[in-house]
């Protein structure tokens, strides 16, 4: 708890092993994948980008040609950019020097007053980044995470919770990898990037056999963005400068996946989905639905007859409530401001706010008070553990 307040961290990261492919990827798919190694030969800790498939790399490392040098920041270099909230700190080297394990990660929780946290990737923000992928190599990948982070969230069950990195090159692929992680390994949902995969758009049909899925299982849908994916359009917009990028993709992105979900009717046909769109903070959203309200009398009977909206209302909370945001540590990334996050919210909007917002994940994830007291006694042994 924080503060005497529940806490959803809707969003916290870990960083994912140097040898998981070695570990978990199917064999006939190995020589396919190649990622940095050390002087013994062994897979080492490297900037995500370094994972090659198919000859490509994953991410846009390249791209980095003007970062400043800075003096070597130790245990913090596996996040090399300077100037970042937590470069140098060492707010992260509790979690370095246990080469981020599931206790680390119970620790950064319990530094923040987390009661359960819902765990997305790193360096797998950016595996399916690109369009024309091998459908059964996008499965493989998502298997041999979702087989790894499954045995990571064994830890601490009750307080780490995750979701399912799918295989958007092959829909259907997608529901039954979703279907196995939910049912056999207790995924809460899946992942998915907001950038467009094979030019499918998210209100096309093409999607709709997901949407239902995620209904029947009542499974989160969470969207969120990565900078650096190959396949997204900032690339060719913004061009190497990661700063412009970085400012422009975690809005730009969400806010075309939102208004594809709202004007083409998703959340009209799939009642029940529910859809979190994360790191990408809340004060775009006020705005861009008045701009669809403003929009959507001259558009209702040609474009969308489908639609029903609300009328407009001033304020942010007003207009899309307090109980429909929610917070994330982000944490161990460089952007992060753990261990604060829930800290700083405390300190500037009212506390009965904070307490809603603090709690948002619950009502994304379906958490009950149920999973709460699971959580606090799991927080007790994993105290007594250490």
């Given at each position: 708890m924080k503060d005497g307040f529940r806490f959803v961290d809707s969003d916290m990261h870990i960083m994912e092993p140097p040898d998981l492919f070695d570990r978990y990827l199917d064999p006939q798919f190995k020589d396919r994948i190649s990622v940095p190694v050390g002087a013994d030969g062994r897979p080492t800790r490297g900037a995500a980008g370094l994972t090659v498939i198919d000859g490509?790399?994953?991410?846009?490392?390249?791209?980095?040609?003007?970062?400043?040098?800075?003096?070597?920041?130790?245990?913090?270099?596996t996040q090399p950019l300077s100037g970042s909230r937590l470069f140098d700190t060492g707010r992260l080297d509790f979690a370095v020097e246990r080469d981020y394990d599931p206790v680390a990660?119970?620790?950064?929780?319990?530094?923040?007053?987390?009661?359960?946290?819902?765990?997305?990737?790193?360096a797998g923000l950016a595996l399916l980044g690109r369009d024309n992928m091998d459908p059964q190599l996008s499965l493989a990948?998502?298997?041999?995470?979702?087989?790894?982070?499954?045995?990571?969230?064994?830890?601490?069950?009750?307080?780490?919770k995750w979701v399912a990195m799918l295989p958007v090159h092959d829909v259907h692929l997608a529901c039954r990898e979703l279907v196995r992680c939910v049912h056999e390994l207790g995924a809460v949902g899946s992942f998915i990037r907001p950038n467009l995969v094979n030019g499918h758009y998210w209100h096309s049909n093409y999607w709709d056999p997901l949407y239902t899925v995620h209904e029947e299982l009542d499974a989160t849908w969470g969207f969120h963005e990565g900078v650096s994916a190959l396949y997204s359009r900032m690339i060719p917009?913004?061009?190497?400068?990661?700063?412009?990028?970085?400012?422009?993709s975690h809005w730009i992105e969400m806010q075309q996946a939102l208004i594809a979900m709202i004007i083409g009717g998703v959340f009209e046909f799939h009642p029940k989905l529910r859809v979190g769109f994360l790191e990408a903070q809340n004060s775009w959203v006020p705005g861009l639905l008045s701009r669809i309200e403003w929009d959507y009398p001259q558009y209702r009977d040609s474009h969308a007859p489908y639609l029903a909206l609300e009328p407009e209302i001033e304020a942010t909370a007003g207009l899309i409530g307090?109980?429909?945001?929610?917070?994330?540590?982000?944490?161990?990334?460089?952007?992060?401001?753990?261990?604060?996050?829930?800290?700083?919210?405390?300190?500037?909007?009212?506390?009965?706010?904070?307490?809603?917002?603090?709690?948002?994940?619950?009502?994304?994830?379906?958490?009950?008070?149920?999973?709460?007291k699971k959580a606090d006694a799991a927080a007790a042994k994993a105290s007594s553990r250490r």
């Open positions: 490509i790399p994953t991410s846009d490392v390249d791209l980095q040609q003007y970062r400043k040098r800075v003096r070597n920041s130790g245990p913090q270099s990660q119970v620790m950064g929780m319990e530094m923040e007053g987390v009661d359960i946290a819902v765990l997305y990737p790193t990948i998502c298997q041999a995470y979702n087989n790894w982070i499954h045995e990571f969230c064994a830890y601490s069950p009750d307080q780490l917009l913004y061009g190497e400068n990661r700063f412009y990028r970085h400012v422009a307090a109980d429909r945001m929610c917070i994330s540590t982000d944490y161990p990334h460089f952007d992060s401001n753990f261990p604060h996050v829930s800290t700083n919210l405390l300190k500037n909007v009212p506390r009965e706010i904070a307490a809603r917002i603090l709690a948002g994940g619950a009502q994304l994830y379906g958490f009950t008070d149920a999973h709460f």
